[in-house]
């Protein structure tokens, strides 16, 4: 998505669901119900995120998402990236190239977070994983393997949201380009502004 290529947050064991006895299969659908809670509950979040390359390569910065659609990735100081969802689109922005680049949110793995009507249990599976503190869950649709997939990884927190915290993703597009991100000091449920979700077109001259 970023055409970067972190490193895995942890690794993940792409097992079916349907193919676990059923005790536990019972518990993932608990789960998975666990994760459309969270999802819906959550109107605003802020957090600082960082994101590291297979080279390990780490940029930082600020995550700020309102629900529905709008998402802000503000990049540390010096690094003139920012990637903006709003209007239904996702929007790259190189301010060093002046390069912008856009497409629809929904062709994106990040649409996940940003659609809270959209019933994930229709296009996602639980990931099992041998850590029962940790939820892990894979998203995709099968009939657009062009839009890639995202593995949302979560603790359980009887305080967050669903009783669950976000603790970050591992996005796959379709070029096989992943994206791991790590969400620290989340915060849910603040006030934010519209405005946050502006920025200036570095294709505009003066």
């Given at each position: 998505?970023?055409n970067?290529?972190?490193a895995?947050?942890?690794t ?26 969270h ?28 629900k ?69 869950v894979?998203?995709?649709?099968p ?6 997939r ?26 096989n ?30």
């Open positions: 998505m970023f970067t290529r972190p895995v947050i942890a993940i064991a792409a097992l079916s669901v349907a193919a676990v006895p059923s005790p536990i299969a019972a518990q993932a659908t608990g789960d998975l119900a666990a994760v459309q809670k999802l819906q509950s959550v109107t605003t979040m802020t957090a600082d995120f960082s994101q590291a390359d297979r080279n390990g390569k780490v940029l930082t910065g600020v995550l700020t998402l309102k529905p659609g709008k998402l802000r990735f503000q990049y540390e100081k010096g690094v003139p990236i920012l990637i903006v969802a709003e209007g239904g689109a996702l929007t790259f922005i190189d301010y060093s190239v002046k390069q912008v680049q856009r497409w629809p949110i929904k062709n994106s793995p990040l649409g996940v977070l940003l659609d809270p009507s959209r019933d994930i249990t229709r296009y996602a599976k639980l990931v099992p994983g041998y850590d029962n503190r940790v939820v892990s894979e998203a995709n649709d009939k657009h393997p062009e839009y890639g995202i593995t949302l990884v979560f603790a359980r927190d009887a305080a967050a949201p669903g009783g669950l915290m976000l603790q970050g993703w591992v996005a796959l597009d379709s070029q380009n992943r994206t791991t991100i790590r969400l620290s000091k989340q915060k849910f449920g603040g006030p934010v502004s519209d405005n946050t979700f502006r920025w200036n077109d570095p294709r505009r001259t003066r």
